[in-house]
């Protein structure tokens, strides 16, 4: 293994009980609400773009957020994660208690994670958002394909076809699956059930969590793909002028996060 057993050894304790927390908090508490808002769109399309709103009332602190609570945590989980796929640090001991199948999904699914989640963060948010970068690199390699003052309708266009949504219903599932594992694998680590009638009893409430996440995930993305592009505009048209015009939004601000198609970058409507 080329990366320094001397540093991962001496801190393996504290990197694995980081990983292990980072896995739940934030990680996975920010794939639940994730979800959650994204089905909001089967409410309907200005359900899902009050919600956006709410996040983007974050203002110019978004990006530090972003970063510091999401991305950092992701990458680190994500990264350490796949050192212990590759052997850079010995099994969990945790992993005795449960089966080979479930040892071997834990990883797949984790690897698959890691390559959903690079790909889908690219594919809507674009990674960086400096005018260079989105306008040079992500947009013309597909990217960037979300903007949050057009919510519903950009989303909606992002998961046009066919091969996106199966490709985020595999993410989806993995992601789920992941976590729900996960989670009962946590309690052993941190041994919150020890005993196997209490091992038994966190299989059936991780088993139930999974089957509510993936079917949440599911619903975001059939909400997703069932979006109407056109009326939405509509909508978002309307809620953008609102704001604007009660000066909550600064149009000059705004704009930039909008599409094109949107009103995004045009004058006025
Ligand atoms: C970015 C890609 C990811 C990779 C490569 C990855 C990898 C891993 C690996 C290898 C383990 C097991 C540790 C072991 O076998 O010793 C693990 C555990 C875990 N992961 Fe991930 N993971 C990823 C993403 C996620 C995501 C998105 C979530 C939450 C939604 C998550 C939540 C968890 C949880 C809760 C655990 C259990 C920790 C424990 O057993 O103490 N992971 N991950
Ligand atoms: C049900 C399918 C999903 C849909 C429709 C969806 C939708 C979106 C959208 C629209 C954005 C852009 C938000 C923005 O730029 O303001 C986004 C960002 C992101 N998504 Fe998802 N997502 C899905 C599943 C997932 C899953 C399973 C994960 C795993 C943890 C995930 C992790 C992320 C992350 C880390 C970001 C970037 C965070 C940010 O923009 O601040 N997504 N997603």
């Not at 639940?32 to 899902?48: D, G, K, M, Q, V």
């Not at 950009?154 to 091969?163: D, E, I, K, R, Y």
């Not at 309307?238 to 704009?255: H, V």
Request: glycine fraction near 12%.
């Amino acid at each position: 293994m080329e990366t320094n057993p001397s540093f991962l050894a001496r801190h393996e304790f504290l990197i694995r009980r980081l990983h292990s927390l980072s896995g739940l908090i934030p990680v996975g508490a920010y794939m639940c609400i994730h979800l959650l808002t994204n089905a909001s769109t089967l409410e309907s399309s200005a359900t899902f773009q009050r919600a956006v709103y709410q996040i983007h009332s974050l203002g110019s602190l978004l990006p530090i957020v972003e970063w510091v609570f999401i991305f950092i945590p992701i990458l680190f989980h994500g990264i350490i994660g796949v050192v212990i796929i590759r052997g850079g640090l010995p099994n969990y001991g945790s992993y005795k208690y449960t089966s080979n199948l479930r040892y071997t999904l834990q990883r797949a699914s984790g690897m698959i994670a890691f390559v959903f989640i690079m790909w889908h963060v690219f594919h809507m948010h674009g990674w960086f958002h400096f005018d260079a970068w989105l306008e040079g690199v992500a947009k013309p390699l597909g990217g960037a394909q979300f903007a949050p003052y057009n919510a519903a309708s950009s989303l909606g266009t992002a998961m046009s076809g066919v091969a996106r949504p199966i490709l985020y219903g595999i993410g989806v599932l993995s992601c789920v699956f992941h976590l729900a594992n996960g989670l009962w694998t946590m309690g052993i680590t941190w041994g919150v059930w020890t005993s196997p009638a209490a091992q038994k009893r966190a299989d059936r409430v991780c088993i139930a969590l999974g089957i509510a996440l993936a079917f949440v995930g599911l619903s975001a993305i059939g909400g997703a793909v069932r979006i109407d592009v056109d009326a939405a505009k509509t909508v978002e048209g309307q809620m953008y002028k609102a704001k604007t015009e009660s000066g909550e939004i600064d149009k000059t601000q705004g704009d930039h996060k909008r599409s094109d198609e949107g009103g995004g970058h045009a004058a006025a409507e």
